[in-house]
């Protein structure tokens, strides 16, 4: 894995509340994590962890395409961060189920130039603050910033993103990965998790291409964040 050096932590703020929202860290990885949406956390605590069985295993979630919608010009401000209908609800069910949530997502517009980390986190910001108004205080969010050719360790398929996400989150071996490319699909295989594809977003497409290139299939394959859920929840 190639390690890329270590930045600033920086606060984004929730728009809605101008409080601080978010912590991020770039990791050693070169991935970015923010922790959590600290004025969701403020309000919600007493309703949350203690009712979480421990059992419950990570769902590691990619963003674009699968949390809000895909655009082919990259999501790029806040303003083009537009939620797949009924996912943000989605994730609430998972995290009062108890799963430990980590969304990994390749950001690598900022690599080659398109948008800063600042925009990405300004997005994240966002995205948190929609979370912490559906009940989800906390989500570990970590997105690679590298363009391909920095053969980095954490742009997805590598498993930087998920193996820094359990060493830091003492995570259980297993889980669950949702994504709408068959890079998704490839991670989770690689980090052990039952693999689901989604058909929005790039779904329909990658999944064509896993058919054409004969590439492993993934465990699951439904149409959207909200069917996956249900796979995930029904016991
Ligand atoms: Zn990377």
Known sequence: MKLLPCQAITV??????????????????????INQCLA????????????IPD????????????????????????????PVPGAISAIAALHRAGHPLVVVTNQSG????????????????VMLCALAAAGVPSITIMYCPHHPKDKCGCRKPETGMTDQARLDLKLPSGGWMVGDAHTDMELGRRSGLETILV??????????????????????????LVSAVEIILTP
């Open 12 to 33: 984004v703020y929730c728009w809605l509340s101008r409080a601080p929202a978010a912590l991020l860290v770039q990791l050693h990885s070169g991935a970015m994590r």
């Open 40 to 51: 969701g956390t403020q309000n919600s605590s007493a309703s949350g962890r203690h009712l």
């Open 55 to 82: 059992r419950a295993l990570p769902v590691f979630l990619d963003r674009d395409g699968v949390i809000n919608a895909n655009r082919a010009d990259y999501v790029k401000n806040p303003s083009e961060w537009i």
């Open 110 to 125: 900022i690599g080659r130039g398109y948008y800063t980390a600042a925009a990405v986190e300004q997005i994240h910001g």
């Open 199 to 224: 058909l929005s977003g790039r779904g329909s497409d990658q999944l064509e291409i896993i058919k054409a290139e004969n590439l492993a299939m993934p465990d699951h394959v439904t149409d959207s």
